[in-house]
């Protein structure tokens, strides 16, 4: 979901800025690099033990509820084995925004050869500098660079621009990137939808992609934590032979945990339907109608703010993610789930004629060029939080502070 961590990037960035100097310097060249996160080292020395019981597990099958996939784990490319591979490359990772933090320091950690390109002293260079990436030169160990220098130093071109400027920059990096060098993305927004953003790759270069199925924040913290985020594979152009096992390995270098397999137009139409759908738009849509309901029927703010988001958020969603939907039926009254099993038709019913829309919506390309004409605008920040600012302004969500302010564990530094 590729805009989820957008919101997050500034206080991903805060505290990118919070982190020791001297401790992201510690990490630019790791010498010893024994585990796969050298932040987390006594985690990492718990998941190094079960590999070395297990084993190297290597790729497996899985049934997912019938259906066999093709999964591919960390445990399949020891720490000495992925340094091997890359020996020989720089990894150019260009744009350093919410993916380019999480990324590339978690590549770096791992003791792959990473270097950063990002427009000249714009807010991600100094962010750069801040997670300490150098740009001091002659220095030997400069890794940061105006974005076409990193280009012609890669050999791996990570490309994690925002997707509107993908689009934008394309005619002055394209002449870039010569035979030889692989192309990578994060998402398959610019190459599947070419004929709106004009993101044709060179014929004569492998074109990949690892997709975390998380924000760039959440792929740093996973991975300091000595576990991992899930990520997609997929492969558009295969011109070595090698495109697949490449994109395995650097699903890995940049902090997967595992990985499964989909095509660039997989990835796109299901990342932007379903961050539309019930991971963004419609749980925010839903969450309103049912708050709006309650206060016209005269509950208090409170009260509604309590069974439409605390209660979700707090107590039942938790429950889905640890153990499944019928984990948390069993675990809510009788009352509740007679209710619940009822309902749940009629709402999947009034729903699926809107997903279908939605679908199609991404699939025609419609989504994507709304997203590049708001995304592209030069006052798309300040268009974003105008419409941002109106969320935050409305009741349930002004209710909502002052219902979290009530937890026993709240800091008030945290809204
Ligand atoms: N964020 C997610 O949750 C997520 C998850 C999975 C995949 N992805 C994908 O990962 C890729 C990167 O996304 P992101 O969220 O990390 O992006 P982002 O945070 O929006 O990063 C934007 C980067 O692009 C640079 N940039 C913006 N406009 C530019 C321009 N005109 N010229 C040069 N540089 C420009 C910014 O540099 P300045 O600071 O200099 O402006 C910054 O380094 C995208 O393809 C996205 O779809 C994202």
Redesign the pocket.
């Known amino acids: 979901?590729?805009?989820?961590?957008?919101s997050a990037?500034q206080s991903l960035r805060a505290s990118a800025r919070r982190a020791p100097r001297s401790l992201a310097k510690s990490a630019v060249r790791p010498t010893q690099a024994a585990s796969y996160s050298l932040f987390a080292r006594a985690a990492a020395a718990k998941v190094a033990q079960t590999s070395t019981a297990k084993g190297v597990r290597g790729v497996k099958t899985l049934d997912f509820a019938g259906t066999k996939e093709v999964v591919y784990e960390r445990s399949d490319w020891p720490l000495a084995k992925l340094q091997d591979y890359f020996k020989n490359d720089t990894l150019a990772l260009i744009?350093?925004?919410?993916?380019?933090h999480g990324q590339g320091l978690n590549a770096r950690d791992n003791g792959l050869n990473v270097i950063v390109g990002?427009?000249k002293d714009?807010?991600?260079?100094r962010q750069a500098l801040e997670d300490g990436w150098e740009s001091f030169s002659p220095v030997p160990g400069e890794t940061l660079f105006p974005?076409e220098e990193a280009i012609n130093k890669g050999t791996i071109i990570m490309n994690?621009?925002?997707?509107a400027?993908?689009s934008?920059?394309w005619p002055q990096l394209a002449p870039l990137i010569t035979k030889g060098k692989t192309l990578y993305?994060?998402?398959g927004?610019s190459v599947v939808y070419k004929d709106d953003t004009h993101v044709i790759p060179p014929k004569d270069v492998d074109v990949i992609l690892v997709?975390?199925k998380?924000?760039?924040r959440t792929v740093r913290t996973l991975f300091k934590e000595g576990r991992g985020i899930n990520s997609s594979i997929a492969v558009w152009q295969d011109v070595t032979g090698k495109a697949k096992e490449k994109a395995i390995a650097l699903g890995v270098g940049i902090g997967s945990g595992y990985m499964y397999e989909t095509t660039f137009e997989k990835e796109v139409y299901s990342d932007l339907y379903g961050e539309r759908g019930v991971l963004m738009g419609g749980i925010q849509g839903l969450f309103l109608a049912q708050y709006q309901v309650l206060r016209k029927n005269g509950h208090s703010p409170s009260e509604a703010f309590n069974e439409t988001v605390e209660e979700a958020t707090q107590s039942l969603y938790p429950l889905i993610g640890q153990k499944g939907m019928d984990y948390m039926y069993n675990a809510c009254s009788t009352t509740a789930r007679r209710g619940a099993l009822d309902w749940a038709p009629i709402f999947e019913k009034a729903n699926v004629p809107v997903f279908e829309a939605l679908y199609e919506s991404v699939r025609n390309g419609t989504e994507t060029r709304k997203s590049l004409e708001f995304n592209g605008r030069a006052t798309y920040r300040e268009d974003l939080a105008k419409e941002l600012a109106v969320i935050d302004n409305q009741e349930i969500w002004r209710a909502g502070k002052t219902v979290r302010s009530l937890r026993p564990d709240y800091k008030p530094e945290s809204e």
């Open positions: 979901m590729a805009s989820l961590a957008r990037s744009g350093y925004g919410s993916q380019g990002v427009r714009g807010e991600s260079w974005i994690l621009l925002s997707d400027a993908q934008q920059t993305f994060s998402h927004f997709a975390p998380g924000s760039g």
